[in-house]
């Protein structure tokens, strides 16, 4: 009986001897994955950003243009306007249906005649990929024959629909002083 013991005893050490011995190599084997995955996952980062650049480099002057101009068009009919244009329907062949739906940019009837006028922009396209655009518009505004020009800093999402860019978004960063500066 001892013998049976000792002999079963033996079996037990070797089984779960075994599955250590398993159980470490599938741990081992699990960390060196780890390892690799982070790599992979490092690898695919920098193979991301270098795509990136790759197709900033290959974008045509023609497409910068493009962007440019249709951002162009937009901040138009956004600053130019009077108290009897439709400001909405200024920007409605240059903003996709969910921008147009998104704000309320119509003008307001009123009795006292005001009028803001589009003076000139600059346009930095920021991602030729994404369409991101940041804009230093200067416009007037005018009220009571009393004008004030302005400078507003702003940044716009453009996407393409067919064959155009339309802007999808559109965020006020500040307006600037004559001098440049945010107020």
Same mark, same amino acid.
């Given at each position: 009986? =001892? &013998?049976?013991?000792?002999? $079963?005893? #033996? %079996?037990?050490?070797?089984?779960?001897? +075994?599955?250590?011995?398993?159980?470490?190599?599938?741990?081992?084997?699990? &960390?060196? #994955?780890?390892?690799e995955n982070n790599k992979?996952?490092? !690898?695919?980062?920098?193979?991301?950003?270098?795509?990136?650049?790759?197709? $900033?480099?290959?974008?045509?002057n023609k497409e910068i243009?493009?962007?440019?101009? @249709?951002?162009? &068009?937009? !901040?138009?009919?956004?600053?130019?306007?009077?108290?009897? /244009?439709?400001?909405?329907?200024? %920007?409605? @062949?240059? @903003?996709?249906?969910?921008?147009?739906?998104?704000?309320?940019?119509?003008?307001?009837? @009123?009795?006292?005649?005001?009028?803001? /006028?589009y003076d000139k922009v600059?346009?930095?396209?920021? =991602?030729?990929?994404?369409?991101?655009?940041?804009?230093?518009?200067?416009?007037? +505004?005018?009220? *009571?024959?009393?004008?004030?020009?302005?400078?507003? !800093?702003? /940044? #716009? =999402? $453009?996407?393409?629909?067919?064959?155009?860019? $339309?802007?999808? *978004?559109?965020?006020?960063?500040?307006?600037?002083?004559?001098?440049? +500066? !945010? &107020?």
């Open positions: 009986m =001892d &013998n049976r013991k000792v002999m $079963l005893a #033996l %079996i037990f050490v070797l089984i779960v001897g +075994f599955f250590g011995y398993k159980l470490k190599s599938m741990d081992t084997k699990y &960390n060196k #994955l780890v390892i992979n996952i490092e !690898l695919v980062k920098e193979l991301t950003e270098e795509n990136r650049e790759l197709i $900033l480099k290959v974008s045509s243009e493009n962007i440019k101009l @249709a951002a162009e &068009n937009f !901040l138009k009919g956004m600053f130019e306007y009077d108290n009897k /244009t439709d400001r909405r329907e200024s %920007i409605r @062949a240059y @903003a996709t249906n969910e921008f147009y739906n998104k704000y309320n940019l119509s003008s307001t009837e @009123a009795k006292v005649k005001y009028k803001s /006028t600059e346009i930095y396209v920021t =991602d030729v990929v994404e369409g991101k655009v940041l804009a230093r518009v200067w416009h007037s +505004f005018e009220i *009571n024959n009393t004008k004030t020009t302005t400078q507003t !800093l702003m /940044t #716009l =999402d $453009l996407v393409t629909e067919g064959e155009k860019y $339309l802007v999808n *978004n559109m965020e006020i960063q500040g307006t600037m002083n004559e001098k440049g +500066f !945010l &107020n």
